[in-house]
């Protein structure tokens, strides 16, 4: 068996304490900054797990309540174990001038059963009696809810409030029950919504809200590297994928340590990873772990004995039994859980212990396979990222499957290993600070420090915003978008370009594993067409804008990233000295004054995870991944050698000729390239047209 681990993601933060601070109304950073917009008929907060959406949401719907005539105030969770998190909380007690108060009856989160439609289908009655009643908050699942407007109607829930947690399951697919069901409130007009998600992208690369109705809602983003860096506790953050042959139930021993807080996810029994009997595979895990004792009667929890003489708690979460399963976890939501450290030790779950789940003491999330979307990697490294008194290090680690050449499932194991370089690409993007970009000299942004010279005109400035963690940098030749709605996207939504981006299987394949893509066929034709397609109403020149600020914010984190790794220095005791940090990797990288966006489009963003991928697997391995995607190449698409006869025409505009297949540098033969096979669809539909019509 051959393996290897490796942190493809570092970050360390700067332990300010300003995530954990409160003001004078007992409100936290983020909780402030969507306070401050409690106004807005559409708010969406961005934040990541931790940082308090659930209380923000609190302050927001008790002033909507009390001081701008809403009725009632409707929160609507994924799944009843989350309902929890907006019980019943004493606000007045730091500071606020009200309490959040649900009566118990109106939390239909509690309502005894199983989560499935059946019971989901019995409380739509409770929701309608809740309507028609003066009492102002009630808690239901998505699935009560969405039953409830079906047989309710649009209308029964004017002037009120819907606020709708993990918001990144709503999808602008007309398939998607309850998105259908937001764009009617939306476009009735005549309710409040808060949508609320630590990822508001989906795994499926659909967009969670149509262009026209994400333009309604205000942003309050707070950005992960924001609350990491504003931990008191949480010093560093590792980011690991692991590949492995063979068995993983072999392979998890090295990579579990009973001394450390553990979420293990095993996989599912329908995936390659399983071995079909989950249930052995928990027994192996904790056999591993140490000798078994029993369980505790009480929490269901089964004591394990280490090799160091130390008895461990662990909670199986796999069990099919209701019964054992609704104990443990009803003994991992208890009070104990949250104030005592060594309540529980390891966690295993299959499908549970996900989002909105809050074990702060965790410290190591280890997840075997790759999960069915980018989403559910970022809630479930959000389940190690919280602060707690003693925990001073977090990491996820992704087993997966590493290709064999006898297998026989070698593409879906290729597939795998490419949506984990996805998942990599995408952490160092959404841990990185915020960008600002602004052609060079168009003057200095209030409240950046630009170093020791200050600001100076002239020269390609760099200024960085300590409080908010937020870069601006001026870039030679970039052009700004013109439209309200462009400049928002720019401001608010380039991670969510490039998460679009980054789940492009074609761009992976060619960025990663073909010697002759040419930088620019990603930059700007992949990137190109989609911001085109996920921005269609936009005009050509704010599609370009918001393609050049995704690209550069995408490579500045990249190389970045890349510097931290070759700079950073172990000291022997395993902590690593200077550059560890994403900022200062950034800073270092922006000593480079000259950047412009010629320069940035001949970056490939995927450079850096193939040097990832080529420590962490073997030369075999990856010439057998070259293969299997060489195998399935195709040629141009009508939709691509349209993209690229597109830029040849802008090409021939700069430099007044056009471009020629015998050139030597590479991007002119591709455009060539384009032009020539756009001609012969052209010809080909003209073709066809002209045997219809004779």
Same mark, same amino acid.
């Given at each position: 068996?051959?393996?290897?681990?490796?942190?493809?993601?570092?970050?360390?933060?700067?332990?300010?304490?300003?995530?954990?601070?409160?003001?004078?109304?007992?409100?936290?950073?983020?909780?402030?900054?969507?306070?401050?917009?409690?106004?807005?008929?559409?708010?969406?907060?961005?934040?990541?797990?931790?940082?308090?959406?659930?209380?923000?949401?609190?302050?927001?719907?008790?002033?909507?309540?009390?001081?701008?005539?809403?009725?009632?105030?409707?929160?609507?969770?994924?799944?009843?174990?989350?309902?929890?998190?907006?019980?019943?909380?004493?606000?007045?007690?730091?500071?606020?001038?009200?309490?959040?108060?649900?009566?118990?009856?109106?939390?239909?989160?509690?309502?005894?059963?199983?989560?499935?439609?059946?019971?989901?289908?019995?409380?739509?009655?409770?929701?309608?009696?809740?309507?028609?009643?003066?009492?102002?908050?009630?808690?239901?699942?998505?699935?009560?809810?969405?039953?409830?407007?079906?047989?309710?109607?649009?209308?029964?829930?004017?002037?009120?409030?819907?606020?709708?947690?993990?918001?990144?399951?709503?999808?602008?697919?007309?398939?998607? $029950?309850?998105?259908?069901?937001?764009?009617?409130?939306?476009?009735?007009?005549?309710?409040?919504?808060?949508?609320?998600?630590?990822?508001?992208?989906?795994?499926?690369?659909?967009?969670?809200?149509?262009?026209?109705?994400?333009?309604?809602?205000?942003?309050?983003?707070?950005?992960?590297?924001?609350?990491?860096?504003?931990?008191?506790?949480?010093?560093?953050?590792?980011?690991?994928?692991?590949?492995?042959?063979?068995?993983?139930?072999?392979?998890?021993?090295?990579?579990?340590?009973?001394?450390?807080?553990?979420?293990?996810?095993?996989?599912?029994?329908?995936?390659?990873?399983?071995?079909?009997?989950?249930?052995?595979?928990?027994?192996?895990?904790?056999?591993?772990?140490?000798?078994?004792?029993?369980?505790?009667?009480?929490?269901?929890?089964?004591?394990?004995?280490?090799?160091?003489?130390?008895?461990?708690?662990?909670?199986?979460?796999?069990?099919?039994?209701?019964?054992?399963?609704?104990?443990?976890?009803?003994?991992?939501?208890?009070?104990?859980?949250?104030?005592?450290?060594?309540?529980?030790?390891?966690?295993?779950?299959?499908?549970?212990?996900?989002?909105?789940?809050?074990?702060?003491?965790?410290?190591?999330?280890?997840?075997?396979?790759?999960?069915?979307?980018?989403?559910?990697?970022?809630?479930?490294?959000?389940?190690?990222?919280?602060?707690?008194?003693?925990?001073?290090?977090?990491?996820?680690?992704?087993?997966?499957?590493?290709?064999?050449?006898?297998?026989?499932?070698?593409?879906?194991?290729?597939?795998?290993?490419?949506?984990?370089?996805?998942?990599?690409?995408?952490?160092?993007?959404?841990?990185?600070?915020?960008?600002?970009?602004?052609?060079?000299?168009?003057?200095?942004?209030?409240?950046?420090?630009?170093?020791?010279?200050?600001?100076?005109?002239?020269?390609?400035?760099?200024?960085?915003?300590?409080?908010?963690?937020?870069?601006?940098?001026?870039?030679?030749?970039?052009?700004?978008?013109?439209?309200?709605?462009?400049?928002?996207?720019?401001?608010?939504?380039?991670?969510?370009?490039?998460?679009?981006?980054?789940?492009?299987?074609?761009?992976?394949?060619?960025?990663?594993?073909?010697?002759?893509?040419?930088?620019?066929?990603?930059?700007?034709?992949?990137?190109?067409?989609?911001? $085109?397609?996920?921005?269609?109403?936009?005009?050509?020149?704010?599609?370009?804008?918001?393609?050049?600020?995704?690209?550069?914010?995408?490579?500045?984190?990249?190389?970045?990233?890349?510097?931290?790794?070759?700079?950073?220095?172990?000291?022997?005791?395993?902590?690593?000295?200077?550059?560890?940090?994403?900022?200062?990797?950034?800073?270092?990288?922006?000593?480079?004054?000259?950047?412009?966006?010629?320069?940035?489009?001949?970056?490939?963003?995927?450079?850096?995870?193939?040097?990832?991928?080529?420590?962490?697997?073997?030369?075999?391995?990856?010439?057998?991944?070259?293969?299997?995607?060489?195998? $399935?190449?195709?040629?141009?698409?009508?939709?691509?050698?349209?993209?690229?006869?597109?830029?040849?025409?802008?090409?021939? $505009?700069?430099?007044?000729?056009?471009?020629?297949?015998?050139?030597?540098?590479?991007?002119?033969?591709?455009?060539?390239?384009?032009?020539?096979?756009?001609?012969?669809?052209?010809?080909?539909?003209?073709?066809?047209?002209?045997?219809?019509?004779?």
């Amino acid at each position: 068996m051959t393996s290897n681990t490796i942190p493809a993601v570092r970050l360390v933060t700067g332990q300010t304490g300003a995530s954990s601070s409160a003001n004078e109304l007992g409100m936290r950073p983020m909780q402030a900054r969507a306070y401050a917009h409690r106004g807005e008929q559409y708010l969406l907060i961005k934040s990541p797990p931790a940082s308090g959406k659930s209380r923000a949401l609190m302050f927001v719907a008790l002033d909507k309540l009390h001081n701008q005539g809403v009725k009632q105030a409707i929160i609507v969770v994924p799944e009843r174990s989350i309902g929890g998190s907006f019980a019943d909380e004493p606000l007045s007690a730091h500071g606020f001038w009200a309490d959040w108060t649900v009566k118990p009856h109106w939390n239909l989160c509690n309502t005894p059963g199983a989560d499935d439609v059946k019971v989901a289908r019995s409380k739509v009655k409770a929701v309608g009696e809740f309507l028609a009643s003066d009492d102002t908050v009630l808690v239901c699942t998505h699935a009560t809810f969405r039953f409830a407007i079906d047989e309710l109607g649009i209308a029964a829930f004017d002037g009120r409030l819907i606020a709708v947690d993990e918001f990144h399951h709503v999808s602008a697919n007309p398939e998607n $029950r309850l998105g259908a069901q937001l764009g009617q409130l939306i476009a009735r007009d005549k309710a409040h919504l808060v949508a609320m998600t630590g990822s508001y992208f989906r795994g499926d690369a659909v967009a969670v809200l149509s262009a026209e109705d994400e333009a309604k809602f205000t942003t309050v983003t707070y950005t992960y590297y924001e609350q990491l860096n504003g931990y008191r506790y949480l010093k560093t953050l590792d980011i690991a994928y692991s590949f492995y042959t063979g068995r993983y139930v072999d392979k998890i021993n090295t990579l579990l340590d009973p001394a450390v807080k553990t979420i293990v996810h095993i996989p599912s029994v329908n995936s390659r990873e399983s071995t079909k009997d989950k249930h052995r595979e928990v027994e192996e895990i904790m056999d591993h772990l140490g000798t078994w004792k029993g369980t505790d009667a009480q929490t269901g929890f089964h004591l394990i004995e280490t090799a160091a003489g130390a008895t461990i708690r662990v909670a199986d979460l796999v069990d099919d039994d209701p019964a054992k399963r609704d104990r443990v976890a009803a003994a991992l939501k208890s009070p104990e859980a949250r104030s005592d450290r060594d309540h529980v030790d390891v966690i295993i779950a299959l499908g549970m212990a996900k989002e909105g789940f809050d074990w702060i003491w965790c410290e190591h999330a280890l997840t075997v396979g790759y999960r069915s979307s980018l989403t559910e990697i970022i809630q479930i490294i959000g389940r190690a990222t919280r602060d707690a008194p003693g925990k001073t290090v977090a990491r996820f680690t992704n087993l997966i499957a590493e290709p064999a050449a006898a297998d026989d499932v070698v593409a879906e194991a290729v597939n795998d290993t490419l949506k984990a370089i996805a998942a990599s690409l995408l952490m160092e993007q959404v841990l990185a600070p915020r960008f600002e970009f602004t052609p060079k000299d168009a003057g200095e942004k209030p409240g950046f420090d630009y170093g020791p010279d200050g600001y100076q005109e002239g020269r390609t400035n760099v200024g960085f915003n300590e409080e908010r963690g937020q870069f601006h940098f001026e870039l030679k030749d970039l052009l700004l978008p013109s439209s309200t709605e462009g400049r928002r996207i720019c401001a608010e939504d380039i991670n969510e370009v490039i998460t679009s981006f980054i789940q492009d299987k074609q761009a992976i394949e060619r960025g990663l594993f073909d010697p002759e893509v040419v930088p620019e066929e990603l930059t700007q034709v992949r990137m190109g067409k989609i911001v $085109r397609d996920r921005y269609p109403d936009l005009s050509e020149t704010d599609q370009e804008a918001i393609r050049q600020h995704a690209i550069a914010a995408l490579n500045i984190t990249q190389q970045a990233a890349k510097i931290v790794t070759e700079t950073a220095t172990d000291d022997g005791t395993g902590e690593l000295k200077a550059n560890t940090s994403f900022v200062d990797g950034v800073r270092k990288f922006m000593n480079v004054r000259e950047l412009d966006i010629d320069l940035i489009d001949r970056i490939n963003p995927f450079e850096a995870a193939c040097a990832i991928l080529a420590k962490a697997m073997n030369e075999g391995t990856l010439r057998q991944v070259q293969a299997a995607i060489s195998a $399935r190449k195709t040629t141009l698409t009508e939709d691509e050698a349209r993209a690229f006869a597109i830029r040849a025409v802008q090409w021939k $505009r700069e430099r007044g000729r056009a471009p020629e297949a015998t050139s030597q540098d590479p991007w002119e033969r591709q455009l060539a390239e384009g032009v020539a096979a756009f001609a012969r669809f052209r010809a080909k539909a003209q073709a066809a047209g002209a045997a219809a019509n004779g």
